[in-house]
């Protein structure tokens, strides 16, 4: 084709047509032969966002349990497919909803009630049937939080909890103590802000669902005795307490020296911002200390501490996590749930705790030596913060959209100057219109 | 023709300046040489605005990560480093989604050919009854953009258990090119004279044979076109394939995951997009003339 | 006309109507069946009438989106026929290496909007981009365009036009082309100044495709949605988010296909209109 010749045209048009041809009778065939192949050597799919091939602490610890999973089962093969972690979910929903879910995916337990009622996974109540009184006990979140309709439907893999980051070579140089309350973190923000430096920053954009912004508004409003929400499920925020939260925020960029480009920021961009060293303090899941400490020259200078409250608020602790999910068309049942069982394991756990820095699910996990050493104890400090201050909650079901209609208004207190109180009543009702 | 004029210039240097008729009055708005300096200017203001974006993202690639974040920006990299590109050849999962384009493009451009290649010749041959109706359809396709048949599109393909295969995006892609594609070939076959295939006509042959044997032979700069036009749009298409796939990802949503994956590290990220861009381009700068031929014969319509 | 040729042209262009008529057409009527019912991903949850639609007219996110997009499609088409038009009368000349000044130019259209918004996101940043420099040069603070509802507005227009120009310089350029010279000459002896030339002779015979190309500019812009997505998703806050971002967000990111459908159709008469005078100024051009 690419011959001015035109004699090689008529050749062309044959190997065009061919091309077409066998492009269309491959494209159909050879999925096909893909999943004939596996079908029959028993491999499972397992969708996950932590790719065991990258360099990182979790990264690696995915990649030991992987191992560990096929030195102890040889005949199942395991097939990781990788989709980033806010997009995970809604990914699992889409293929389960047209039949084609992973076996088994790692999953959100945000989106734990909408999985249920999208029917894309599986209940376990048959696998879990002669799990003892003293097995059901041996998680950090009460069993009957991922029981839904009756159905136990998720087991935890691990827990993260929402805590400040902080570096403490940092603070020690300006002489700070670590904040424990709001006015002392904007002080401390605004004496570490610097032209190479950030003080203390939220991520307000509604990227990744929104994700920090809305981890930092939860354990806020529990701080001082209100919710985002109610029991209805409509909007809580239009209160005393939500204006508060938000006139923090605007407050931060106003008074304490925020960038104004938080509003494009999220968990992702907090992690890279301290793991390089440009920022000071952050809000974030308890999970990511071993990503930030691989950064050059943060290593233990990275601590951290529960979350400041509002002063004169209470301790409130934000418990989020991931589980397993089997998938509801899954072919192979009993292997995915053999991969599930393994991962939830103590030994796992504490296999997995140890390489990555995320805290295991389940209570006999901790009693490993590991937690009273010293590298453990820091985990074993978060477990105990859950104990101390952790709250049980339900999430409404249009958490998304009240993550997005946050970071909206948030967006306009901070960047256009919006009135903290037109904001939220906006953002109120838009929400309370989709609730209906 | 007046001698002196700007315009008759040979193709490689300038012309005589231009000299006023005698008798004839002329404004000039600046010297010759000063309107030829600020037209160079324009030009290549508008060389570097459109090569720069794509430059600094070379020169990021090959910077390694200390200088990357260093400021002020250096744009040439001081050291030159390939690990961005290992990275990303070897330790993502980009050479699998280069696959699943590759055989994308190159059976989309040939089931577009297949189809719209006869089509066009009818098209440029004929006057049958129909005509004029099909070609309106097909000219009305264009107020059929993806966004609006995504989600349709979506949810067909859900229900016909074709997400994520090559076949569906392979079906999707030729439907929408094939309009183009057709108008390109029917010009090109109207561009070449009748009179041979009517002697051939004449000689016995059956209409089929007419059009293989002598008019596709000749039509190669025609497909040739057509086949850049479709490569690139295909190659570089990312919201449908974003929408209906998952493992059979594309390059161009490969990209978008990896940056929004974990956190941004410019340097593998682009090196990423620089692998992605290197075969559109270089296809685009060896098949050029193809390429603007192909767009003005069917770009009007399609 | 005989009977066979009839027969044979239609077997010819059968195949490639039925295909593009099943995957264009059909869906679209497809999205009005779709619209009627409220769905959760892709489960129909009940039948909602005009329900959907009703909801439309009072999402103010996506009545702003109507109107952030009409802001969106009317100053990028202007500067892209400016532009397009400019580089179009500058490269109508015998110029050294103009095919190569021509590849240059029109690269950006070749490469993939996600490759040019992830190049520009890059750009743009408020830490490491060599544009920063200049700004601080001339004396201005360091700008995140991408965090400021304004010029995060400009960020998208600009890589947009950046990324579309070449179309309608390429099409006004083979219109240029397709001008005799001798024309232009005419002008020229009867002394008139290049600006007068350019107003009175050149663009009238060039009026046509660029009404034409403005248009196609126009259809394609309202259906931008690639660069948006990727340069900021619809942030900061609402700021950019166009009527085809709300779209993508409530079909992919909420679930809700049906409402997402209904959207579609909305969007698919903002095309039909659209067209329809495309068809008027195709069918006045080729009446020429």
Redesign the interface.
């Known amino acids: 084709m690419e011959k001015d010749k035109t004699g090689w045209s008529r050749r062309s048009f044959l190997k065009a047509a061919g091309a077409g041809v066998g492009g269309v009778v491959g494209s159909v065939a050879f999925p096909y032969v893909i999943t004939s192949a596996k079908a029959q050597s028993a491999t499972i799919t397992y969708l996950t966002f932590l790719n065991p091939r990258e360099k990182g602490p979790r990264q690696e610890g995915t990649l030991a349990l992987l191992k560990d999973f096929e030195t102890k089962h040889p005949q199942t093969k395991v097939d990781v497919r990788i989709i980033p972690w806010a997009q995970i979910d ?1 990914q699992f ?2 293929e389960a ?2 039949g084609k879910e992973a076996d088994v995916a790692r999953l959100n337990l945000e989106w734990l009630h909408k999985h249920v ?3 894309s996974i599986l209940p376990l109540d048959d696998s879990v049937r002669d799990w003892t009184a003293e097995q059901r006990k041996d998680w950090l979140l009460p069993w009957e939080a991922t029981v839904f309709n009756g159905k136990k439907v998720a087991i935890p893999l691990e827990h993260r909890v929402q805590v400040l980051y902080y570096r403490k070579d940092l603070l020690d140089k300006a002489g700070i103590k670590v904040p424990t309350t709001w006015t002392q973190l904007g002080e401390a923000s605004k004496a570490l802000t610097s032209d190479k430096m950030a003080g203390f920053t939220v991520g307000l ?3 990744d669902n929104a994700s920090n912004l809305t981890q930092w508004l939860v354990p806020a409003m529990w701080a001082m005795g209100g919710d985002l929400w109610d029991k209805k499920g409509r909007a809580a925020f239009n209160t005393e307490a939500g204006a508060r939260a938000f006139q923090f925020l605007a407050d931060m960029v106003g008074k304490y020296g925020m ?6 920021m999220g968990s992702e961009d907090l992690t890279l911002a301290m793991k390089a060293g ?1 920022l000071a303090m952050a809000a974030m899941g308890s999970h990511r200390v071993g990503t930030v400490r691989t950064g050059k020259g943060i290593g233990e200078n990275l601590q951290t501490a529960p979350l400041p409250v509002p002063d004169g608020g209470s301790q409130a602790a934000y418990v989020t996590g991931w589980f397993l999910g089997v998938g509801k068309n899954t072919k192979h049942k009993a292997e995915a749930w053999k991969f599930l069982e393994h991962h939830v394991s103590a030994e796992s756990q504490i296999l997995y705790a140890k390489i990555s820095g995320e805290m295991p699910s389940r209570k006999s996990a901790f009693k490993d030596t590991f937690f009273q050493s010293a590298s453990g104890a820091e985990m074993k400090s978060w477990a105990d913060y859950i104990s101390r201050s952790g709250k049980s909650y339900v999430l409404p079901e249009k958490f ?2 009240l993550g997005e209609l946050l ?2 208004a ?3 207190v901070v ?2 100057g919006t009135p903290v109180k037109k904001a939220l009543q906006d953002a109120e009702a ?1 929400y309370n ?1 989709l609730v209906g | ?2 001698a002196g ?3 008759h ?5 300038c012309g005589a300046a231009e000299t006023p ?1 005698k008798g ?6 600046l010297s010759p040489a000063l ?1 030829r300096a600020a ?1 160079w200017a ?2 290549l203001g ?2 570097v ?6 430059l ?2 070379l020169a ?1 690639s090959l910077k390694p990560m200390e200088d ?6 250096r ?1 040439f990299p001081e050291r030159v480093t390939w690990e961005h590109y290992l990275d990303v050849a070897t330790q993502s999962d980009m050479p699998e989604y280069f696959l699943h384009s590759i055989v994308v493009t190159a059976a989309t451009i040939g089931l577009t050919l297949l ?2 290649t ?2 066009g ?3 440029a041959r ?6 004029n109706l ?1 070609l309106f ?20 393909a ?1 229900r016909l258990a074709l997400l994520d295969t090559y076949l569906v995006l392979v ?2 892609y ?3 090119r ?2 183009m594609v ?1 108008w390109i070939m029917k010009s090109f076959f109207e561009a070449i004279p009748a009179e041979m295939e009517e002697a051939a006509l004449v000689d016995g042959c059956g ?2 044979q007419a059009m293989w044997r002598v008019a596709l032979p000749l039509s190669g700069p025609g497909m040739a076109a057509s086949a850049i036009l479709v490569l ?1 749009y295909v ?5 449908l394939a974003l ?1 209906l796939t998952s493992k059979m990802r594309t ?2 949503v490969g ?2 995951y990896y ?1 929004t994956g974990y956190g941004i590290e ?1 340097g593998r ?2 090196a990423a ?1 620089i692998l ?2 290197v075969p ?2 270089i296809a ?2 060896l098949f ?1 003339k193809r390429f ?1 031929q192909g ?2 014969a069917g ?2 319509k399609g | ?1 005989k009977k ?3 027969w ?6 059968g ?3 039925a ?7 059909y ?2 009527a ?2 009005f069946g ?1 619209s009627v019912y409220k769905t ?4 129909i949850q009940g039948y909602v009438g005009l329900g959907n639609f009703v909801r439309l007219l ?1 999402d ?2 996506f009545l702003e989106g109507i109107y952030k997009s009409c802001v969106f499609v009317f100053i990028s088409v202007a500067l892209s026929m400016a532009l397009g038009y ?2 179009a009368l ?2 109508n ?4 290496c ?2 190569l ?8 259209w ?7 918004a ?3 996101r ?2 743009l ?6 544009l920063m ?1 200049g700004l601080r040069s001339l004396g201005m603070p360091d700008l ?1 365009f ?4 304004i010029w995060a507005m400009a960020a998208i227009i600009a890589v947009s036009v ?1 990324r579309f120009y070449p ?1 309608p310089m ?2 006004l350029l ?1 219109a240029l082309q397709a001008i005799p ?1 001798e024309v ?2 005419a002008a ?2 009867d ?1 008139a ?3 007068r030339r350019l107003v009175s002779v050149t663009t009238p015979l060039v009026w046509g ?1 660029m009404l ?1 190309s403005a248009i ?1 500019s126009t ?2 812009y309202f ?1 931008k ?2 660069v948006p ?2 340069l900021t ?7 950019t988010e166009l009527m ?1 971002i709300r ?2 967000r409530e ?5 809700n ?1 049906g409402y ?2 209904a959207m ?1 159709c909305l ?2 008469l903002v ?2 209109v ?2 329809l005078l ?2 008027r100024v ?1 069918r006045a051009e080729e009446g020429r």
């Not at chain 2, 004839?24 to 708005?29: D, S």
């Not at chain 2, 605005?49 to 794509?54: N, R, S, T, V, Y």
């Not at chain 3, 070749?110 to 040019?116: D, G, L, N, R, T």
Request: one cysteine or more; glycine letters at 6%.
């Open positions: 809604r929903i889409i909803a047209a009622e999208a029917d954009s509604k990227k960038s104004k480009s938080s509003v494009n440009t998304l959209e970071a909206v948030a967006s306009r960047v256009e838009e219109k | 023709m007046p004029t700007i315009r210039a040979d193709g490689r240097g008729q004839v009055r002329r404004k000039r708005f309107q037209m324009l030009i508008a060389v605005m459109a090569a720069f974006p794509l600094w993202t990021t990357i974040a260093a400021f002020p920006p744009l189809l719209a006869p089509a010749y009818a098209a004929y006057r049958f009854r129909g005509k099909l359809v097909l000219l009305s396709t264009v107020m059929i953009p993806g966004t609006v048949i995504l989600v349709p599109l979506y949810v067909l859900s079906l999707v030729t439907a929408w094939v309009p057709l209409r089929l690139v190659w570089t298409e990312f919201i929408t390059v161009t990209l978008y940056m410019w990220l682009t997009v992605a861009l559109v381009l685009f700068f050029q603007m767009l003005t770009a009007l | 006309m066979g040729e009839q044979f042209a239609l077997t010819c262009c195949p490639a109507t295909v593009v008529v099943f995957i264009t057409f869906p679209v497809y999205a779709l959760n991903f892709a489960r009072h103010s996110t400019g580089m500058l490269l000349r015998d110029l050294p103009k095919g000044i021509r590849a240059i130019v029109v690269a950006p070749v490469i993939a909007e996600v490759s040019a992830i190049a520009w890059w750009l940043d408020p830490g490491l981009s060599p420099v995140d991408l965090s400021h509802p950046w179309f390429i099409l083979a010279k232009e000459e020229e002896v002394g100044s290049y600006w495709p034409v196609l259809l394609f259906n949605i690639v997505l990727v998703g619809g942030g900061p806050g609402n700021a085809t779209l993508y079909a992919f990111y909420n679930g296909l997402a459908a579609s969007i698919f095309n039909l659209v067209s495309y068809f195709l």
